[in-house]
T-cell receptor, first 114, second 116 residues
Framework: AQSVTQLGSHVSVSEGALVLLRCNYSSSVPPYLFWYVQYPNQGLQLLLKYTSAATLVKGINGFEAEFKKSETSFHLTKPSAHMSDAAEYFCAVSVSSGTYKYIFGTGTRLKVLA | DVKVTQSSRYLVKRTGEKVFLECVQDMDHENMFWYRQDPGLGLRLIYFSYDVKMKEKGDIPEGYSVSREKKERFSLILESASTNQTSMYLC???????????????FGEGSRLTVL
């Protein structure tokens, strides 16, 4: 069975500081991993995805994530936070064999301080 | 541009009313999903469908039903709305996660339902 744990339901960073949002997963088979972003009163938008190619994945808006199998982690980072990055971020796991279901983390709300 | 459209962004209903939430996608996706989003609980899967007239229960199907008569449309039905169904409802679609596709989800804007 798959599961996802996001550490920290709320994270605050100063504008220009490093953003680090943590995600750990559990999967008995090689996973697909995703990060989604949700702006207020909107649906979720795909930021980036890991599909067993490169372990360092680059996404939109300057975000990237690194798949570390030994640590079962897929943390999301951005070198310099911008005010527009304030949103809720969700990590999700799906198996690579074509499952119809995804498991989502409980989300991390990012606040960017001026 | 890919699009998933949810017919109602905000609804207010009374306890016991029948509620229909409609979702349409224009990407010819086989898979469609209904999630419920509540603070601190993330997204929880209510139902999903991998083909027309096919449906599968998700993690929290109680009190809900679905209908998929056409490939592009997936409806969520609350037969008798209750206050504990006040929530944000998100529809999503995807290609199958096979045949080289990763099957990432494409979401609608959400329907915020309040049941009084």
């Amino acid at each position: 069975a798959q599961s996802v744990t996001q550490l920290g339901s709320h994270v605050s960073v100063s504008e220009g500081a490093l953003v680090l949002l943590r995600c750990n997963y559990s999967s008995s088979v090689p996973p697909y991993l995703f990060w989604y972003v949700q702006y207020p009163n909107q649906g979720l938008q795909l930021l980036l995805k890991y599909t067993s190619a490169a372990t360092l994945v680059k996404g939109i808006n300057g975000f990237e994530a690194e798949f570390k199998k030994s640590e079962t982690s897929f943390h999301l980072t951005k070198p310099s936070a911008h005010m527009s990055d304030a949103a809720e971020y969700f990590c999700a796991v799906s198996v690579s064999s074509g499952t119809y279901k995804y498991i989502f983390g409980t989300g991390t709300r990012l606040k960017v301080l001026a | 541009d890919v699009k998933v459209t949810q017919s109602s962004r905000y609804l207010v209903k009374r306890t016991g009313e029948k509620v229909f939430l409609e979702c349409v996608q224009d990407m010819d996706h086989e898979n469609m999903f209904w999630y419920r989003q509540d603070p601190g609980l993330g997204l929880r899967l209510i139902y999903f469908s991998y083909d027309v007239k096919m449906k599968e229960k998700g993690d929290i199907p109680e009190g809900y039903s679905v209908s998929r008569e056409k490939k592009e449309r997936f409806s969520l039905i609350l037969e008798s709305a209750s206050t504990n169904q006040t929530s944000m409802y998100l529809c999503a679609s995807s290609l199958p996660g096979s045949r080289g596709k990763t099957g990432e989800l494409f979401f609608g804007e959400g329907s915020r339902l309040t049941v009084l």
